[in-house]
T-cell receptor, first 117, second 116 residues
Framework: AQKVTQAQTEISVVEKEDVTLDCVYETRDTTYYLFWYKQPPSGELVFLIRRNSFDEQNEISGRYSWNFQKSTSSFNFTITASQVVDSAVYFC??????????????FGPGTSLSVIP | GAVVSQHPSRVICKSGTSVKIECRSLDFQATTMFWYRQFPKQSLMLMATSNEGSKATYEQGVEKDKFLINHASLTLSTLTVTSAHPEDSSFYICSGQRQGPADTQYFGPGTRLTVL
């Protein structure tokens, strides 16, 4: 069965601090996708990244970086030099779908990040 | 590209009435569309998956007679909450997927339903 765990329910940081959001997943499949989404107070989900299970290269996009470690089933997300606009709920998600006609995405419980000016 | 819209963005209705929410993929054809529900301070829970022209597949615990889903075209899916009750008040989010497996889902902005 699929499962996504985000142990940090709420995090508060002061602006310009770095912050890492943890994500641990469970799956029996060897082929799967991992995602991170941002949900600001407006409610609309913003897609941040998708990573397939065969690509363990870490990725950096501006102030955002992701660390994928299959050995620990983790897909952590780091924001460098945080800004107030980063305040949102962040969801890690997992999808297994190579064998089916559609993908079912399972979301983690989310981490609420507050960046204090 | 890959924009999904939802209408209405916010709706308030009386208990016992039915409410229809539309989900449209604006610049792509969504072979599959998904409907999620999100209660305050909780995660997104998948309600059902619909493929164009066929019946929706509902997740365990979701009443298909209460949450009617129609996926009439490759760009439109509707969710009708029938005989709504206060406990149905929630944030409903749809998403569309372009192709088959492994394509990213693109999410709509959500519809906040309040049942009085």
């Amino acid at each position: 069965a699929q499962k996504v765990t985000q142990a940090q329910t709420e995090i508060s940081v002061v602006e310009k601090e770095d912050v890492t959001l943890d994500c641990v997943y469970e799956t029996r499949d060897t082929t799967y996708y991992l995602f991170w989404y941002k949900q600001p107070p407006s409610g609309e989900l913003v897609f941040l990244i998708r990573r397939n299970s065969f690509d363990e290269q870490n990725e950096i996009s501006g102030r955002y970086s992701w660390n994928f470690q299959k050995s620990t089933s983790s897909f952590n997300f780091t924001i460098t030099a945080s800004q107030v606009v980063d305040s949102a709920v962040y969801f890690c998600a997992l999808s297994e779908g190579w064998q089916t006609s559609y993908d079912k995405v399972i979301f983690g419980p989310g981490t609420s990040l507050s960046v204090i000016p | 590209g890959a924009v999904v819209s939802q209408h209405p963005s916010r709706v308030i209705c009386k208990s016992g009435t039915s409410v229809k929410i539309e989900c449209r993929s604006l610049d792509f054809q969504a072979t599959t569309m998904f409907w999620y529900r999100q209660f305050p301070k909780q995660s997104l829970m998948l309600m059902a998956t619909s493929n164009e022209g066929s019946k929706a597949t509902y997740e365990q615990g979701v009443e298909k007679d209460k949450f009617l889903i129609n996926h009439a075209s490759l760009t439109l899916s509707t969710l009708t909450v029938t005989s709504a009750h206060p406990e149905d008040s929630s944030f409903y989010i749809c998403s569309g997927q372009r192709q088959g497996p492994a394509d990213t889902q693109y999410f709509g902005p959500g519809t906040r339903l309040t049942v009085l």
